[in-house]
């Protein structure tokens, strides 16, 4: 994966800086930084700056805010459905006898089989897939609102963080106003039809709102908890809240 492009500027609309512009003008701080720092201290300036950017992105997320949803015909092909991830082999997953573990701060820590997810209220929506690498896609999703994963656990929903780990060892975390948004889903169907485990199977997040590398596949724990814990991408240097 590559870093999404930094050339964009900030631009302000009427009386107030938008969501769209605020993100677009942080890239813009950033380079001037760059140009300022003493040698030595720009990656310690630039993780601060993310830190920043991160909270900027934070308080302009609107929770009841969905990302555009599209019809049948502005699908992408199911044969042009991309493959996307950090290696190019794929974990070995018994679908069979896959649980998810839910645990952290919840009143009703457990692990769920697929049966159990399936019987969860289930959301299918047509929503576009943007990864950092520049490329996007309109794929169909079905699977249960994380929100309702996190209902049975007795998730704590003051708890300000969501992490997520996978069977290849992949990790990402997300805040909990996120996690909850309606279109987050632990996803199980694309197309209609089961997960292939080359995306996913048999369960991933998908995340609309955020950047691709935050709709983690293959996932099997999911942890409430009052610490940020990063992530695979994260650690080396993505933003953290990759909203879109």
Not at 5 to 25: D, E, I, N, P, V
Not at 42 to 53: A, D, H, V
Request: proline share 7%; charged share 20%; net charge neutral.
């Amino acid at each position: 994966m590559r870093p999404r492009s930094r050339t964009q500027t900030g631009q302000r609309t009427g009386r107030a800086w938008t969501r769209r512009s605020l993100l677009k003008a942080s890239p813009l701080l950033l380079l001037a930084g760059c140009d300022m720092t003493p040698e030595g201290t720009t990656e310690s300036f630039l993780r601060k700056f993310q830190k920043f950017n991160d909270w900027v992105q934070s308080k302009v997320f609107d929770a009841s805010r969905l990302a555009p949803e599209y019809g049948s015909s502005e699908l992408t092909p199911e044969e042009g459905f991309r493959i996307n991830g950090k290696d190019d082999d794929y974990p070995d997953v018994d679908e069979g006898t896959w649980t998810l573990t839910v645990g952290g701060m919840v009143s009703r820590p457990g692990t769920y089989t697929l049966g159990q997810i399936r019987a969860l209220p289930k959301r299918v929506m047509n929503t576009r897939h943007c990864c950092v690498e520049g490329w996007s896609m309109i794929p169909r999703w079905g699977g249960a609102p994380l929100a309702e994963v996190l209902r049975i656990a007795g998730a704590d929903l003051s708890a300000p963080y969501v992490a997520v780990s996978s069977a290849d060892d992949y990790t990402t975390s997300y805040d909990m106003p996120s996690a909850l948004h309606p279109q987050t889903l632990l996803c199980y169907e694309a197309y209609d039809k089961p997960l292939t485990l080359a995306h996913g199977a048999p369960a991933r997040i998908v995340m609309p709102t955020k950047l691709g590398y935050k709709s983690a596949k293959w996932v099997t724990a999911i942890t409430v908890t009052d610490t940020n814990t990063g992530g695979y991408w994260e650690d080396q240097g993505y933003d953290w809240f990759a909203g879109i």
